[in-house]
């Protein structure tokens, strides 16, 4: 498949190059340093230098890697060797609004980069065609190869340009709004797991040490305790000869042998019980280890869940059953956020967005009026609480309306955007932390978690 994709894009590029060539000879052969101002043969597809000056930011942005433009500026000397990358990316868009050799090149790395998609888009020749491939690779999240296929494409249009434009420019306000920091966030916590995992592996091989040590000295106890069962029968043996014999003085000896006897066992039963106190040690670190990995499995199920809206594709309508397993889908529903981070608000509403939901939101009672939060806990299908940043007062009163109406609930340990994540895939599949009052108007029972202010 690699050889059969590499000879297609030097095909493409074969064309494209004739292309150009033939579009040189007709204006007069010009030199490839020099701008042309002729007007070019509809039936060929446009030049980068062509698309015009507002278009050249983002597909250069966009369509190329910063090593790739960083690259062509200083193979043509138009950079110091300083320059950072917003230096590097100005001045490469700035020479490509006319034609010259450092256009050129960018223009002929661009089409063997996305020669697949060029070949896409010149298959078309109607404007409705090459919005809809341009909105379906979009939508698929590949709109780096499509936005140069659908800017240069023969079908491509002033209204074409301008939407690409349009769409480009809003995706990329969407996606800086909160990449950063998710990407952060992610990092954080996979650093924290790596060190879980660590301090995990040390506990365990500790534990295998302290079991292999105790097992070593309980193999030595227990030949203590059989010369110390030897040496009794032989004292028991002693003693009756002892009474067999007259002489005192062969008496005290063998009571002195006996004591003697004695205290080892006393000391071989202290080495007994110190075994049973490592013993109880082991047991207390096989606890810990089973706490560290219930913690670890959650973290896990946080990054996992924050991976699912940030990867995950959006289902087509073929395989809708499938997109159930890539996040939740709340079909319209309004989840009311009490609490949280005020400055990851949009994020939150982000990923419920992405849900198919709709965020209320209220911060708990740090600056929004509580008188608030009861109208906003009726036009509220279900409700999510991150309890480490909220108000005291607006956590009991949504706990008291949440058991009275039944009303879906769950209740998060961490503001995160990963813990939130987690919180909506719980809310999706059913869980709640309220179970509601029963027939006999007594509340029952719910899960009892610390609050935090």
Same mark, same amino acid.
């Given at each position: 498949?690699?050889?059969s994709?590499e ?7 074969d064309?494209w ?30 030049? $980068?230098?062509e ?7 983002? #597909? ?10 960083r ?5 043509f000397g ?13 001045? #490469? ?37 090459? $919005?809809?491939?341009?909105l ?10 499509a936005?140069w ?10 209204a074409?340009?301008q ?13 800086g709004?909160g990449a ?31 079991l ?20 009794a029968?032989?004292? !028991? ?15 005290d000896?063998?009571?002195r ?10 000391a ?8 049973q ?18 913690a ?7 990054? !996992? ?6 990867d995950?594709?959006?289902?087509? !309508?073929?395989? #809708? ?18 609490g ?23 911060d708990g009672g740090?600056?929004e ?18 309890? !480490? ?20 609930c ?5 503001s995160g ?7 909506l895939r ?24 610390m609050?935090?202010?």
């Amino acid at each position: 498949m690699s050889a059969s994709f590499e000879q297609l894009s030097t095909s493409l590029f074969d064309v494209w190059t004739q292309r150009f060539h033939a579009l040189d000879a007709e204006q007069g052969g010009q030199p490839s340093g020099v701008a042309v101002d002729a007007p070019r043969a509809s039936k060929l597809p446009a030049r $980068l230098w062509e698309i015009g000056d507002k278009l050249l930011c983002p #597909v250069v942005g966009t369509c190329l890697s910063m090593d790739e433009v960083r690259k062509l500026a200083r193979k043509f000397g138009v950079i110091p060797a300083d320059a950072n990358d917003y230096d590097a990316h100005v001045t #490469v868009v700035s020479h490509c609004k006319k034609r010259n050799a450092l256009a050129e090149a960018v223009q002929q790395t661009l089409d063997r980069k996305h020669a697949l998609w060029l070949g896409r888009f010149a298959k078309l020749k109607r404007e409705a065609e090459a $919005l809809n491939m341009w909105l379906a690779a979009l939508e698929r999240g590949e709109a780096a190869g499509a936005m140069w296929g659908a800017l240069t494409c023969r079908a491509a249009t002033a209204a074409l340009r301008q939407r690409v434009y349009e769409d480009i420019h809003m995706l990329s306000h969407q996606l800086g709004a909160g990449a950063r920091a998710d990407l952060a966030h992610v990092e954080t916590l996979e650093q924290r797991l790596g060190e879980v995992e660590a301090e995990s592996r040390r506990y365990k091989r500790r534990g295998d040490e302290e079991l292999a040590s105790r097992a070593m000295r309980i193999r030595h106890l227990e030949q203590a305790l059989a010369s110390a069962e030897l040496r009794a029968r032989e004292a !028991d043996a002693l003693r009756q000869q002892l009474n067999e014999q007259a002489s005192s003085r062969r008496m005290d000896a063998l009571e002195r042998s006996l004591a003697a006897a004695v205290a080892h066992a006393e000391a071989m039963n202290l080495k007994v019980e110190r075994a049973q106190g490592l013993e109880e040690r082991l047991t207390a670190l096989q606890t810990d280890h089973k706490k560290l990995t219930e913690a670890l499995k959650s973290v896990q199920a946080e990054r !996992d869940a924050l991976e699912r809206y940030l990867d995950a594709p959006q289902p087509c !309508d073929v395989c #809708v059953a499938d997109a159930a397993d890539v996040r939740p889908d709340f079909a319209g529903q309004r989840l009311l956020c009490v609490g949280g981070r005020t400055h990851l608000q949009a994020q939150y509403r982000g990923l419920v967005e992405r849900a198919g939901g709709t965020l209320l939101y209220h911060d708990g009672g740090r600056e929004e009026a509580l008188s608030r939060l009861p109208e906003m806990l009726g036009q509220a299908d279900a409700v999510i609480c991150p309890i !480490d940043c909220v108000g005291h007062p607006a956590y009991y009163q949504l706990k008291r309306h949440c058991k009275q109406a039944g009303k879906p609930c769950v209740l998060l340990r961490r503001s995160g955007l990963a813990s939130f994540a987690e919180g909506l895939r719980r809310l999706a599949d059913g869980q709640s932390e309220f179970s509601g009052y029963g027939k006999s108007g007594v509340a029952e029972p719910a899960t009892q978690i610390m609050l935090k202010v």
